[in-house]
């Protein structure tokens, strides 16, 4: 495990970081997302590792190619999802609401947990946004980790969790296929197995990493054991004082760590939204101890 020093200051001349929360969250000024280099993106890297979602406002320039050489100098991309891919950019998550097969985001998530790696930065582009609405939450997975009960910490750092891709995709899967994920072609979503807690590969922080989009349930324990567990971590994930929410504006980008977030995209809206997402290849997640899918 290689842990990075999060607040040092940036090297890039005129990047400036202003905190949105005391734990979650920062805009990023100073810096052109279409023509950065490989010293701005490694703090990016680091800002992100520090403060887990960041935002850009007014990447007028940066476009579907400008977001894929993003995610490659942020690390290697994975293609833009398991199962829906519709973009002619193998890269990029076309996410459409005019869509007739779209599925909304309108429940807490982190990104692709239902396959053995998930990936580990999610870069957001808006494209088109509705005339209001539609805006996107997120929660520091770490920092509620951080307040739960020592009890508690010590139940959850020893559990596994399963989490099933079918709920949300298994009839998508069916009816039109999957798509290339980490060299294989997608036929199946069989469930998974991460740890409850997982410990960041690149700070050694402890994070929850359960979400009501795709887990299932806990591990060797009963269906009322699971559901009261789950449904406390659920309600202490997202507290108030864990969150941070964003009212997106013509040329945001947003990107997040998906190792220690969790995020809702809010279904308050009639006008066409059009977001394009792109991710970076993660690792198989660890907890504490080493706990790791059996």
């Known amino acids: 495990m290689t842990l990075l020093a999060t607040h040092a200051p940036a090297t890039t001349p005129g990047l400036r970081i202003e905190r949105l929360g005391p734990a979650l969250g920062a805009v990023i000024h100073g810096i052109d997302l279409a023509s950065i ?25 940066f476009d579907d190619d400008a977001q894929v050489r993003l995610g490659n100098l942020l690390g290697d991309l994975t293609p833009g999802h398991p199962v829906a891919g519709n973009h002619e950019r193998s890269e990029i998550y076309n996410i459409d609401s005019s869509d007739p097969e779209f599925s909304f985001s ?12 998930p990936p580990s930065i999610s870069i957001l ?13 997120w929660a520091d997975s770490q920092a509620a980790y951080d307040s739960l009960s020592a009890p508690f910490k010590a ?22 296929g ?29 994070g929850l990493f359960v979400n009501p989009g795709f887990t299932s349930h806990v591990s060797g ?38 190792r220690a977030t ?26 504490v101890d080493g706990l790791r899918a059996r």
């Open 37 to 61: 280099d490989e010293i701005a993106a490694f703090d990016i890297r680091r800002a992100l590792l520090a403060h887990k979602v960041l935002f850009f406002r007014d990447q007028h320039g």
């Open 106 to 117: 309108d429940v807490w998530h982190t990104d692709v947990t239902f396959m053995k790696r």
């Open 125 to 137: 582009r808006a494209v088109t946004l509705p005339p209001y609405g539609g805006d996107t939450s």
């Open 155 to 176: 139940l959850a750092d020893q559990l596994l969790a399963v989490h099933d891709g079918n709920r949300e995709w298994g009839a998508f899967l069916k009816k039109n």
């Open 178 to 206: 999957g798509h290339e994920w980490e060299g294989e072609i997608v036929t199946e979503l069989p469930a998974v197995e991460h740890p409850v807690v997982r410990v960041h590969p690149e700070t050694g922080r402890r």
């Open 221 to 258: 324990v009963s269906d009322a054991e699971s559901r009261a567990i789950l449904d406390a971590l659920y309600a202490h994930l997202t507290q108030p004082e864990h969150t941070i929410r964003h009212r997106w504006a013509p040329g945001d980008v947003g990107i997040w760590d998906n």
């Open 262 to 287: 969790s995020h809702y995209a809010n279904r308050d809206y009639t006008n066409t939204r059009v977001m394009h997402r792109v991710t970076v290849r993660g690792d198989e997640p660890r907890g």
